[in-house]
């Protein structure tokens, strides 16, 4: 039997139908018997709702919807050269050393789905093993900096309600996960140690927006950490988070 996390990922975004596989089918034994996964799905979908009517009614600003449609341009030039070079590398296949050279020197970027994994991983977990119920900003700072030898700001998010907090491991690095909860969705605060993610270096004054599997997140660069939110909202409404605790750790030193 897969785990809920398993399920959910297999799952993901509804438990509805689709081309069956063992895999799945598993995933849906498991979530026809899991109070927890089915709540899990109950919420995701009454978030889609909720964005589906806000939508409505509010329309994203122009700069907004300008970014996104860059970001979309971009990813696919990015996809045509990569399938331009893999014909170029089809053409030099007789200079063996040319295809050796290429190989050692080709890194391609990591894509913005999977900087995004890491994260995405943490906030799917189901109630994550070593996670603290403790709602007191004070204390909670006080037992992260006892568990990762160095201060972990606890930021009071408006609209957000403050749970708990955990060790989590992003890319391998010892990491805060602060968990609040925003309009019934889990949100997560991730303090990384560090300036890179995957070996890209994040620059000081750049704010990365990611995604994968329906979630938003947020990344960016304080002086010795990385800072990221990461949640299952819309993308400005976790923009707008994210430049508030920016605004607020700035503000604060
Ligand atoms: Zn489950």
Not at 213 to 230: D, K, Q, T
Request: glycine share 6%; aromatic share 8%.
């Amino acid at each position: 039997m897969p785990s809920c996390e398993e399920t959910r990922l297999a799952l993901w975004p509804e438990p509805g139908p689709r081309r069956p596989s063992a895999e799945l089918c598993a995933a849906f034994d498991h979530y026809t018997q899991c109070q927890a996964c089915q709540n899990f799905f109950a919420l995701q979908r009454e978030l889609k709702e909720r964005l589906k009517r806000a939508g409505r009614a509010t329309v994203a600003p122009r700069e907004l919807r300008e970014q996104v449609y860059a970001e979309l341009a971009a990813a696919r030039v990015a996809e045509v050269s990569r399938r331009r070079r893999l014909t170029a590398l089809g053409a030099v296949a007789g200079g063996a050393a040319a295809v050796v050279a290429w190989l050692l020197f080709y890194q391609p970027a990591p894509s913005a789905e999977r900087l995004a994994q890491p994260f995405v991983d943490e906030v799917l977990r189901e109630m994550p093993q070593g996670m603290v119920a403790q709602a007191d900003s004070r204390i909670l700072a006080r037992w992260f900096a006892e568990r990762l030898g160095h201060a972990v700001p606890v930021l009071d998010i408006p609209g957000a309600e403050l749970v708990g907090g955990r060790i989590a491991y992003i890319e391998g690095v010892r990491s805060a996960a602060l968990h609040y909860r925003a309009w019934g969705m889990p949100l997560i605060y991730f303090v990384v140690p560090g300036t890179s993610l995957l070996g890209r270096e994040i620059s000081e004054d750049e704010l990365v927006i990611l995604s994968s599997r329906g979630f938003e997140v947020v990344v960016w660069r304080e002086p010795e950490a990385l800072h990221a939110v990461a949640a299952s909202l819309q993308r400005s409404e976790l923009m707008a988070i994210a430049d508030e605790c920016r605004r607020k750790l700035r503000g604060a030193t």
